[in-house]
């Protein structure tokens, strides 16, 4: 943990981390409702909104489309992941070097760790090279800290993520990325495991408006420093309102209903 | 991807690749009614036709022939590839480098990825070396994107065609080769996902010209690329008629039965 | 083993290393008692008393903490560790390169060896490329020698204390830090084991004032260097007490009894 | 594959490799009628004989006895190769790099793959890794080709013979040396899978002069380019007038009967 | 094998090898009649003796002591090693790399290799890269050979202990240290398997002095170099008379009676 407030992936201490690495780690199912987000231009253009401070995408999408965005938005490179059509224990492969990364014009670098999974050693080495390599390009290090595998059946108690923000910070990433705990509680304990590194909640899958922005809400509200968020924006059909709304609940400090109704 | 429309391996934003690596993939059975194209040079040949854009070959075979085609053919090292002798789960051996491709004139390089093969980390990871070397090297990357494997019995179905060229684009391939998913719509949905990438298909075992020519194209029509083939142009006693056709099919986006008949 | 008498994690010949890595070994439960001690900065606090010759962190926390201690903490920066999340057999990853070490301040290194486990060979491995890079930096190298695995049941009994301080002693460690194996006799043979090398003591759970200060007599007058202690300080309430108790029994051979009352 | 006609290792477009490797291979069992052969220097001596394009030992053996003859001996140095003391699937350790090979002063260097082997995309990489070294310092590739392992259990059958020359071939040697496939056809079409590559037989256990000289002729009939032998020249008393015979048979494409009566 | 005659770790043809690396490859209880003797000063003292060609310790030893015994032993770091608190199939660390052994002053350099366990090949792999790096340094390489592992259960019977020399002939090895086959007819042929490579006696558990004595003379007398001792020599009170009498049977050739007498 370094301190990173200075980052273009950070507005006003916080963050909104637009992800698509779903066509990889879920496969095309996840755009059968918007087949139009199919094309990675649509969401690039999504990440310009001023809510955005980064989008996430692999190599293969940066490479493609980035050049065309590379003043509008900010880059940060997912450096592995691995499809779902793996069946073995929790992996994830490394897809792309720091070096590369920096090439391309990446402005952070993100990377999965599975505590818990049968591979946790050897990834928590890699996790180890490429954050000694982002840190010779000065790019922040955000952990996708998702405890899996064999023995952890429920994935999102408040013990598991207390235990995944600390991993986060022990390791040396900047911001975790968890999933939520279930309550407000949970998550500030959560936080608080993370000593000064910054914590994001992961927006898992689409949901009713409200709801949504209440839970980032509680995550503010419990110290947290924002979101990265994929299916619950480019999955609606306009995402902007719900992007001017996430603005005013991150970095505003307004409520949900309060950020909704403006 | 990187866009790849001023490489040699295409033409007018199209392909035809010649691939003859069946003597490592398959063995000498192959070849069993067409003996004489044991010898490479015959299919380095045909490769002089103005439809192919490239031969894909292993590397022992690019040092022994290439040399006196390198006027006339352009050349895709293949850089991995097994024997069927193996009885694994579904792997590929990294049999040349992207540095000794270059060495030995190559134009492009392809790279065979088995998507939820139990070794699909391994050769991800694998993918992600050549691909950042071919990089320094501007060579484009062609994968071989053939999920495989425990638990994916029928690896020609639309889901899976359609992860695979996702899959090809997320890792930073230029262009996918795949197999056709058996309908002009799957075909669609499958260039769909693939973004600006382009794809091509898999020619497959050798079939009857009008039933070849026109899946090529329902390929092109889809918004595919053309394709990679092997058998159903060297198997054939004169291969030279059936690429007068698909040139037509391919470039100048005739029908198959008005490019057969010329 | 090299002299490291000069070196500043150690004081007239002994050393007390305050560890924490709980928060990656044990997860947050560890600080269930003391949840303000989830902030690293309070534990560096307590590493200014003079009784204490380093901190003992992983990566991550140097990286965010130690920036603000460096004039008044000696830093350890321990290499490997994993969490309890892990099911395999022992095993400890290698979070942080000899050179990253350095690099963020490090006036030593601490490496955990499971001797006896399925993972031994790899791990001594590890240790070898870690050592020879301390050299380098001039760095001395403490080893958890902690012998744990398939067969080795009871983990602190006199034989295996003995082995895990020769091991230690054998590799190439500066100090070796062991359980206590439950005898001021078996002590003092572990220590003759090691040879010139230092022996520490490792702390455990928390304890009772006099029982642990006892403990510590112990070590010393079996010819032990001190100890490594953790949740013996900082899950008390005032640590203060206790670290004056132990500055006088590790430096100025004090029995536990005297250093309490003054 | 490349042009080696002009390696000290062929002569006349042929070879013949005097193999002396069994003491790893097979132990020390393969000497016991011939005792006084444990000792290098009189197989070193025998491949002077005109008829021997190449001795092939391994790393240590050439170390000590090669300065010796360096000036009468064309050196092959076996870079892998396993004692039959191993009881897995088959595999061969790389004993010495192309690097050092070269150093002791190699003319060629040789390696054994055992398509089919579980081992085989590892020790397929492995020959990636020496194959391309050996281009650096321009020294031939023999590979052992030798399908063996699971599910492999008649390794001299014509398909399998077939398959050895062209994995040897797409995988960039420069000769094959392959067991003799049980007909004269079934080598001639061997040699046909291996483009111009050249094949060599390998000579097995020791048989009569006329039956042995008889399959090489064979070998040459069907265009192959030799043999690399062993046990049937030095395990006999006085190998001189076999080698006399071989020459005439090899190089001069006399029958073994001509040969003999010479 | 090279020519070692001129090295300091030989004497007049022979060699013996004062093996002291027990601490770590059996533990404590090696030491438990000669508790003194944990102090590796002691045995390093013992190692002045004229009859010692050189000590043979683990790194950590010799970091520790050879300072004060550099003009008085020569020294020979023991590379690898495991504990025998590993329960696998028979393995050993590299716990020293050949550039840091030479950087603390070895004149020679030890590897163990298990010939027909389940790792042979890749410790043989690991040899082929120290003994290449030995060669750069120009340092002797002397080979444990112990065929051990599945299916070897009497590991010292004559075709074991014939094929452990000449794998570490064919390897390249220097010296080979091997236990004694049982006889003098199948030791001489252990010699005969080796070529012009030195082979050792392994000293094995302590026995009475006749019988010890009587057994090197074996070895030499079956043309042998000598021997590697370790618990025969500084597990006795007085080490010195033995010494002084190996110093004749080893270079003088004298009977163990003679030597004993004197």
Redesign the interface.
């Known amino acids: ?2 301190p990173i407030d200075d980052s273009p992936i950070v507005r006003d201490g916080n963050a909104c981390i637009l992800a698509m ?1 779903h ?2 780690e879920h ?3 996840d ?1 059968e409702e918007v ?1 139009e987000k ?4 649509t969401v690039f253009e999504t990440a310009t909104h001023d809510a955005v401070t980064c989008i996430a995408v ?4 940066a ?3 980035y050049p065309s965005y590379e003043d509008d938005v900010n880059l940060l490179v997912k450096l592995n ?3 779902n ?4 224990e929790p ?7 720091v ?2 990364a920096a090439e391309i014009g990446a402005d952070a670098v993100g990377f999965t760790l599975y ?2 999974s ?1 591979n ?3 990834m ?2 890699e ?2 090279e490429i ?2 390599a982002a ?1 010779e390009y000065d790019l922040p290090v955000v952990m996708w800290s998702y ?1 899996r ?4 059946k429920n994935d999102t108690k408040p ?1 598991t993520i ?2 995944a923000t ?8 900047d911001i975790a990325k968890v999933k939520y705990p279930g309550s407000a509680d949970a998550m500030e ?1 959560a936080v ?2 993370a ?3 910054k914590v994001v909640m992961s927006g898992g899958s689409k949901t009713d408006d409200l709801d949504f922005l209440s839970t980032v809400e509680a995550v503010i509200a419990a110290g947290g420093n924002g979101l990265a968020v994929g299916r619950n924006v480019w999955q609606r059909e306009n995402p902007e309102r719900l992007l001017d709304a996430l603005e005013k609940v991150i970095y505003e400090e307004e409520t949900a209903d309060a950020a909704l109704e403006a």
Chains 1, 2, 3, 4, 5 share one sequence.
């Open positions: 943990m370094r690495d066509g990889l496969g095309p199912v755009f087949p199919l094309d990675p231009a692999q190599k293969g999408i490479e493609g489309y992941g691995t499809s059509l793996w069946m073995g992996d994830s492969s490394l897809n792309c070097s070096e590369y505590g818990g049968n946790e050693v050897e928590a080495e996790f180890r954050h000694e840190r405890p595998g064999q023995g952890l013990g207390s235990y600390r991993l986060a910070l022990e390791l040396g990433a304990h608080q495991c000593g000064d590194m």
